[in-house]
């Protein structure tokens, strides 16, 4: 199916790019296009106005900024998976990258575009919330910064207002982190039923600090603030890992689709947190 009829334009610069969301009713951004053009052939979604951020030079770069990664707005997940910057400083982001969908989709969709369209079940939220990533926002009104835990508000709804462009995400350096995914079709290049990204610091034997996030489970990938809690202190052994994968669904309204029950979820959901603070622990 066609999209309805809209207006395009692909601004040279971000303040151009601004001006046209800020004087604009019903505008998108445009940056892989992976999420976008599909809700909008199916008509799902309507914009009469799409703004490509695409040629927007100096967006599409990963970048050392001393105590902190940043990655651009342009910066596709091919990009993200295989960065050694990203590799080295925030492994679980990589990970989720290189299981995002398949290699077309990962050539052209963008991590910030996947951060901004929220979908329940996308696989780099939940490394965002495990490594405590920061979400930078511009619109005409100025610039604002947003953690990750305050950042995925609902299905498909983040905490940026239409007409804000997530120009960035940044990710402080330290630790360790890993991702482990039960995709769709059973491998790992498709959607998660569920998924786990967890981050801990370790020190004199100790799990010094953790965070443990969720995503395929709930209408909204999720930190698992019961699991880090179970694990911080601890000595990280199975027995601490099996107590703290227990919580992975404390307090939690899990889903029940096509793809699994209730129960079933809610058995991955300790699965993964286990199996990924297995590997991240080793
Ligand atoms: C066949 C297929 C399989 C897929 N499998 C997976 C999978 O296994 N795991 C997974 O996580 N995802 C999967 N996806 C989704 C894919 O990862 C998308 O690339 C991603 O969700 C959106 O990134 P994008 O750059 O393409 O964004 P777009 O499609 O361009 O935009 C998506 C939404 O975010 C908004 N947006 C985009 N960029 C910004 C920005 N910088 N600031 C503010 N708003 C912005 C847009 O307005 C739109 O509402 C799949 C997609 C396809 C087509």
Redesign the pocket.
């Given at each position: 199916m066609y999209p309805p009829n809209f207006d395009y334009v692909a601004p040279s610069s971000l303040d151009e790019a601004l001006a046209a969301l800020a004087g604009a009713e019903n505008a998108?951004?445009?940056?892989?296009?992976?999420?976008?053009?599909?809700?909008m052939k199916m008509r799902l979604?309507r914009?009469t106005l799409v703004v490509d951020?695409s040629r927007i030079p100096g967006?599409d770069e990963v970048t050392d900024d001393g105590d902190h990664i940043t990655i651009g707005?342009?910066v596709?997940?091919a990009t993200t998976a295989s960065h050694p910057l990203v590799q080295e400083h925030a492994s679980a982001l990589a990970e989720?990258a290189s299981?995002?969908?398949?290699l077309?989709?990962?050539n052209?969709?963008?991590?910030?575009?996947?951060?901004?369209?929220?979908?329940v079940?996308?696989?780099?939220?939940a490394a965002a919330l495990a490594l405590n990533a920061t979400m930078h926002?511009a619109s005409v009104r100025g610039t604002r910064e947003i953690a990750a835990a305050d950042f995925f508000v609902d299905t498909?709804t983040?905490a940026?207002a239409p007409d804000?462009?997530?120009?960035k995400v940044t990710i402080p350096k330290g630790g360790s982190s890993t991702y482990r995914k039960l995709?769709?079709r059973g491998g790992n290049?498709?959607?998660?039923i569920a998924a786990a990204a967890v981050w801990v610091d370790v020190s004199n034997g100790s799990v010094s600090a953790a965070r443990i996030a969720v995503t395929g489970v709930s209408s909204t990938p999720y930190l698992a603030v019961g699991s880090a809690q179970a694990l911080i202190g601890s000595d990280g052994s199975a027995d601490a890992i099996a107590a703290a994968a227990s919580h992975a669904t404390d307090g939690v309204n899990v889903l029940e689709d096509l793809y699994g029950t209730v129960a079933f979820r809610t058995h991955l959901a300790d699965l993964y947190v286990r199996r990924a603070l297995e590997d991240v622990l080793a």
């Open positions: 998108k951004i445009l940056s892989g296009g992976m999420s976008l053009i599909p809700l979604v914009p951020i967006l707005a342009m596709r997940h989720a299981c995002t969908a398949d077309q989709v990962r052209r969709g963008t991590t910030c575009g996947s951060l901004a369209h929220a979908d079940a996308a696989d780099q939220p926002a498909l983040s940026l804000e462009i997530l120009t995709g769709r290049s498709d959607y998660p």
